[in-house]
């Protein structure tokens, strides 16, 4: 639910990796004050607390069952760099008056809880550790940050015919299509669902008859015209595709044909934009939808397809650069102390000896 305002996990050698990056930091003389009480960091004289860290820690879910307590310290001040990081670009937000305001907030968070119920909404929060002022709070840093970012980096962004071309004449190769293709989406009722299949509707069959009768209930649905990417984000269960509105990608003529022959054919017989009947499949029933499709051979530059996956790909790629640039320039240019990553190397010294 929060996805879009949660922080990613990195792998665990890029964790490790920033927890070694943050220990290297430590010669710097402001690490030689003492650590006021329950302050984890200060940046620019602003205090992050281990309270704060607790629980940003306890939200993110990284630590699991029995694991080391090094382990567990290196997550801790993998968090805590993101919680500096953070913070540095607010305090940059805020000199800029870009702060979100309480009206941003406020219909940020409508369109969180839009999809669920009263109770649901609750359980989410409690699922996830939050208080509804934890998320107010993240809700206000994060679209802060947005806010900063859009105005210093992403609307500088131009990418010109010439970058296209030059990119298209580059990767021509990549544009030539082997076989045809299928862009598809799919609603999937098992069961036997999964764990983690949620929905919007925490809608779950439970046996063959309760996940044939929901099948038909959905198929009904889309006969009267309800959207096919809204009904599969509130009913599906397939854990990848219900959260992307059952979008499937491109899926080659041949992978078809590997699944199952007679589904190959009624897929390759629907148009564009049609509907299948429910069919029943090992893992339970599905009804897909066409997109697309796409015949095999050159794609030319002047496809306005072609030209828009090039473009966003371009500014995919300038977007992450600049971002990368900017926030490295931002921490050399704050006054950071990270009294954990300290304690910790100091900890490490004493051991040692």
Known sequence: MFDALWCRRPSPAVRWACAAAVLVLLCSPACKKSAPDNVAA???????????????????????????????????????????????????AEKQGLLAGDADVEAKLTELKAP???????QQLRDNKMSLDDLKSKIRRDLSIQKLIN???????????????????????????????????QILVTPNPEPGAGNLKNSKAQNDGEASRKIRE???RLQR???FGLVAHSYSEDPNSAPNGGDLG??????LEKANVELRKMVMSLA???????VKTQEGYRIFKIISKEGAGQRELNDPRVQ????????????????NAYYEVARNEAKVVNYLARSIAESAGKTGK
Request: aromatic content about 6%; overall charge negative.
């Open 218 to 220: 959905i198929q009904e």
């Open 308 to 323: 828009q996956s090039i473009r966003e790909t371009l500014l995919n790629r300038k977007d992450q650069l600049l971002k």
């Open 116 to 122: 669920w119920t009263k109770e649901q909404f609750e």
């Open 250 to 255: 491109f899926i080659p003529e041949s992978a």
């Open 42 to 92: 200060t940046v620019n004289n602003r205090a992050i607390t281990y309270t704060e860290l607790e629980r940003t820690y306890q939200q993110s879910q990284l630590s699991t069952p029995g694991q080391a307590e090094e382990q567990t310290m290196a997550q801790k001040l993998e968090v805590l760099r993101g919680l500096i990081d953070s913070e540095i670009m607010l305090q940059r």
């Open 225 to 227: 015209g309800e959207e």
């Open 272 to 278: 564009p934009g049609a509907i299948s009947p429910i």
């Open 151 to 185: 105005k210093d980096i992403t609307s500088h962004i131009v990418i010109t015919d010439a970058d296209v071309t030059a990119f298209y004449n580059a990767n021509k190769a990549g544009f030539n299509l082997a076989e045809p293709r299928v862009h598809m989406a």
